[in-house]
C-alpha cells in the first residue's frame, strides 16, 4: 500500500496554524505492514452538487470501521480539490445504523507490529487535523452509534447534525485500549468531567446530553435529519467561500492564543476580509438593499 | 478627531496581565479617517449612584450601532474614575429593542480606506479587553437582539444576564464579513461547534440556548430583567472593593495558566487577600458573628 | 507538625507531567505555624476493598472544613500504597449535611500569621493537584453543600456524582476573602460567567446547574447516590488498572497542548498501550469473544 498524505506532499493551506513539523523521533512515520489486500471496493461513496460535498462511510457490514483503509479514502475524498471554487462545504455521514464504530480491531493486533499500528494512529490523527485545516466547512450527519474513533470523527467536524436517536461513546477501555486519541478531540468539544465519564466507562450518552455538552450543535427527529442538514450546508454553499475560508482558518488559529494576541490577528483578519472583492461586495449590496453577488 | 485611549495613556492597571505590547507592524494603530463629524450628541448616557454605574447605549435609532465614536464614547464611560473607591460595579444596557447590532457598516466601506478600518478595529479591541483589565465587575443587561460586535460586548462582560425574548447572533458572513473579531469573545465562552454554527451560518440563537451554552449567566423574564440584574450590582456594590478586584484580575489571569503556576500565582494571592485590612475584617466579622464593616 | 508532602519526597508518577518546579521565591513554602494541637481524632476514615478505597471526610461537627489536619490526612489517604495493584479507583464522599465548608477560617486570622497561611493554600493545592496527578480515577460523591475549597475539592475530582439536593458555592467575597484558588479549579470546569457569577455574588448553584455547566458528572436522587456511584467504582474496578492509569495520564497531558502536539502525545500512548499485556489481552478476547483476564 502506498504511503498516502505525507506532510511534504499536502497544499499549502494545510501547513498553516498549527500544522507546524515536531522534533524528529517524536513522531516519526511508521512503514507500513506488508502486503494488505487491496482489491476491496472503495470503502467511501462521494458526490458533489451545488457547491455541496457528500462523503459516506459505506461500509455497513463492518460498522463503518476505520481501518486504514476506511481512512485514506476518507482523506483523499476530503482532499480531493479542495482549492476548488466549487467546493462549498462538506458533509460526512454513513450507511447503515452505526455511524463508526471505529479503529478495525483486526488492524491493532500484535501480530500486525507496531509499526503499523504507528501508521493506523497517525493517519488517523492526520485525517482529523485535516478537517480543522481544510478550507471549507465540514459537518457530520450522524444517524446512529459514533464510538471511539467514530466519535473523534464527529467530534472532529465543525460542526455536528444528529438524529435524536443517535449515541456516542468511547468504550476502548473496556477492551484494555484506553481511547486516548478520540480524547483529543472529545476533551476540546465537552466539559472535562464528560469526557472523562466517558473515557473511564465507556459507557454511552444519548444525542441529547451530546449537544448539551457541546460536542453536536444540533439534534432533530430522524425523519428531518438530512433536511436539516442539507438546510445548512444550502445555506453555507450559498456564502462568499473566501470570506468563509478566512473566517474558519482564523478561528481556529486564534482560539488558543492569549487575549491580546488573538484580537491583533483577528482585528488584521477583519481588515483584510474588508479588502476581499466579496467584502466590499456584501456590504455594498447591504447598503444598497440588495443581494450581493460573490465573485469568490 | 483626537486618537483616544492610546495604550500609553492608559492607567496602570491596565497594562498588567495580558496587556503586553506586541512586535510592531502586526498591530500598527492606522490613522484617523479626514474630518469625521464630531457635533452629533454622545451615543451613551451614563449615571453612578451607590456605587453602581449605568452606561446606556442610547442611540436606538441606529440600533445602538458600535460606530467609532459609540466606541470611544463607551470606552470613556467605563474609563473615567476607575480608580475611584465609589465605584463598586458597573451595568451596560441598551435603549430601544436591539441592545447593539454591531459596526457602522458606514464606516467600513472601500471608501473609508484600510487605515480607518483598522482603528475602528482596534479601537473596539481594547474596549472588549478594557472590560476584562478594569478593576470592577462589568454587567450586560441585555434586552432585546445583540449581533456582531454587540454580540461581542455580551460575550465579553463578566456577567451577562438577559430577557428572555433576547438573541444573539453573528450574522456577518451574510454581507461577506466574517465575524471574526466577535469569535475572539464568543469562541472563549460557548463550545467551538456552537460558536462555529452561529458564525458559519449567522442564525441567531435564544436566550435559553445562549444560557445554556455559556454566554450568559441568567435569563429572566424582561419585565424581572433590571430587578435582577440591580439585585446583582448591588450584591456586588455591598462587598469589599479591593477584595473583589483582586479576585477578578487573578481570575483571568491564572485561567490560561498550567495547574501549578494558576496555583502558585492564587495560594499567593489569598495570602495577599488575607493580608488586606478588609481581608482580616471579613474573617473578625465572622468569627465574631456580626456584618463587616469594609475600609475599601 | 511534620511538614507531610514535600516535593522532593512525593512518589515519581507525581512529578511528571505539569508537576514541574517553579522559580524559587514564587511558590516558596512556608514554615509551619508554631503549637498545633494534633491530639484530635484522625478527621477522615478510610477503608479498602475490591479496588475501591473509600476515602470519607468525617469532621460533621466543623462541617468537614478543610483545616490543615484534615487536608494532610486527605492527602495520607489519597497517597497511601497510591502504586499498589489492589488500588483501583478511590471514592471521597462526606459524613453529614456538609460535603466541605472549605478552609477552616480560624487558621485564617491575623494571628496565624502569613507563613502559616501559605502552608494551607500550598498544602490545600497539593492535594488538588495530587487529585489529577494520581494513577486512578477519583470519584466524589457528594451530598449536600460544599462550598469555597469544598466546592473546589468537587470541581478537583476526576468524576463527581451528587444527590439532587446537593448545591455549590464560592462565597469567600462575603468575608472579605475571595475565593481564588477555589476559581482555578472551577474555572477550568464550568463557563467562564457560571464561574464569575459564583465567585462574584457567593451566590449557590444548585446540583442540575452544576450538572448543565460540567462541575458535575452526574445527578441522582439521594437514595440512589450511593448505589449509582458504587456502580462507576465498580466498572472502573473491573478494567485494567495500567490501561486506565495511562489514559487518565494521557488524558490530562494532552488538554492544554495545541492539536499537532496533542495528537502526537496521544497517537504513541495508543501504540505503547497496544504493547501492554493488557492491551494485546483486551484486543485478543474481543476477536475471540471471550471476556478479558487483566494481569495489571
Same mark, same amino acid.
Request: net charge positive; hydrophobic share 40%; glycine share 8%.
Given at each position: ?11 499549502r493551506?494545510?501547513l498553516?496554524g498549527?500544522w507546524?513539523?515536531l522534533?524528529?523521533g517524536?513522531?516519526s512515520r ?7 489486500p ?23 457490514k ?7 483503509t476506511?481512512?485514506k479514502?476518507l ?15 462538506i ?13 478495525d ?5 500484535e ?5 503499523y499500528?504507528?501508521e ?10 485535516l478537517i ?7 459537518i457530520?450527519?450522524?444517524n446512529?452509534?459514533a464510538t471511539?474513533?467514530g466519535c ?19 468504550p ?7 481511547? *486516548?486519541? #478520540?480524547?483529543?478531540a =472529545? &476533551?476540546r468539544?465537552?466539559?472535562?468531567k464528560?469526557a472523562l465519564?466517558? @473515557?473511564? $466507562?465507556g ?7 451530546a449537544?448539551?455538552?457541546g460536542?453536536l450543535s ?5 425523519e428531518r435529519?438530512?433536511?436539516e442538514?442539507?438546510r445548512?450546508a ?5 456564502? *462568499?467561500? #473566501?470570506?468563509v475560508? =478566512? &473566517? ?5 488559529k486564534q482560539?488558543p492564543?492569549? @487575549?491580546? $494576541?488573538?484580537y491583533?490577528?483577528?482585528s488584521q483578519?477583519?481588515v483584510?476580509?474588508?479588502a476581499l ?11 444598497q438593499?440588495?443581494k450581493?453577488?460573490?465573485s469568490?
Amino acid at each position: 500500500m502506498a504511503t498516502v498524505g505525507g506532510l511534504r506532499a499536502l497544499p499549502r493551506w494545510l501547513l498553516r496554524g498549527r500544522w507546524t513539523p515536531l522534533p524528529a523521533g517524536l513522531c516519526s512515520r511508521g512503514l507500513a505492514g506488508p502486503g494488505r489486500p487491496e482489491s476491496e471496493p472503495r470503502p467511501t461513496s462521494t458526490w458533489q452538487r451545488d457547491g455541496i460535498r457528500n462523503i459516506v462511510l459505506s461500509n455497513p457490514k463492518k460498522r463503518n470501521a476505520l481501518s486504514l483503509t476506511m481512512l485514506k479514502s476518507l482523506q483523499n475524498d476530503i482532499l480531493h480539490e479542495a482549492e476548488s471554487k466549487d467546493l462549498k462545504v462538506i458533509v460526512i455521514s454513513a450507511e447503515g445504523p452505526v455511524f463508526s464504530s471505529g479503529h478495525d480491531l483486526k488492524e491493532l493486533t500484535e501480530e500486525q507490529g507496531c509499526n503499523y499500528h504507528t501508521e493506523v494512529f497517525q493517519t488517523c490523527s492526520e485525517v482529523m487535523m485535516l478537517i480543522q485545516n481544510h478550507p471549507v466547512p465540514i459537518i457530520a450527519m450522524v444517524n446512529g452509534l459514533a464510538t471511539a474513533a467514530g466519535c473523534q470523527l464527529v467530534a472532529s467536524c465543525d460542526l455536528a447534525v444528529a438524529s435524536d436517536k443517535s449515541s456516542f461513546a468511547t468504550p476502548g477501555v473496556n477492551i484494555g485500549l484506553f481511547c *486516548s486519541t #478520540p480524547g483529543v478531540a =472529545l &476533551g476540546r468539544v465537552v466539559p472535562r468531567k464528560v469526557a472523562l465519564e466517558m @473515557l473511564f $466507562t465507556g459507557e454511552p450518552i444519548s444525542a441529547q446530553q451530546a449537544l448539551l455538552h457541546g460536542l453536536l450543535s444540533k439534534v432533530v427527529p430522524e425523519e428531518r435529519l438530512e433536511e436539516e442538514t442539507m438546510r445548512i450546508a444550502k445555506k453555507i454553499a450559498s456564502l *462568499s467561500r #473566501p470570506v468563509v475560508s =478566512l &473566517g474558519k482558518a482564523i478561528f481556529y488559529k486564534q482560539l488558543p492564543q492569549d @487575549l491580546r $494576541t488573538a484580537y491583533c490577528l483577528t482585528s488584521q483578519a477583519m481588515v483584510d476580509n474588508l479588502a476581499l472583492r466579496d467584502g466590499q461586495e456584501g456590504i455594498k449590496a447591504f447598503i444598497q438593499k440588495r443581494k450581493p453577488i460573490w465573485s469568490h
